[in-house]
């Protein structure tokens, strides 16, 4: 799940380099946490969180086929 966290964030920000994934482990869930460029940090939220919320979306869906529990953080 990180990988596709990680295309999806780089195909998003200006500066695809800046972005970092790292992974935590919280009550049996695993805690992503996106960090992006301070300059790109709109464009993973997008207007009225859209973007997060369907990054998250997309995040879960692959999670749930994979029987995981996943949550996403943008930091």
Not at 21 to 31: I, S
Not at 51 to 70: F, G, L, N, P, Q
Request: aromatic share 0%.
């Amino acid at each position: 799940m990180k990988e596709l966290l990680v295309i999806i964030a780089k195909n998003l920000v200006d500066n695809p380099d800046e972005v970092v994934v790292t992974e935590d482990l919280r009550d049996g869930t695993q805690v992503l946490k996106l960090t992006v460029a301070p300059d790109d940090m709109g464009k993973v939220i997008g207007k009225q969180g859209r973007i997060a919320r369907a990054i998250r979306t997309v995040v879960k869906a692959a999670a749930v086929h994979a029987d995981e529990k996943i949550v996403v953080e943008i930091v």
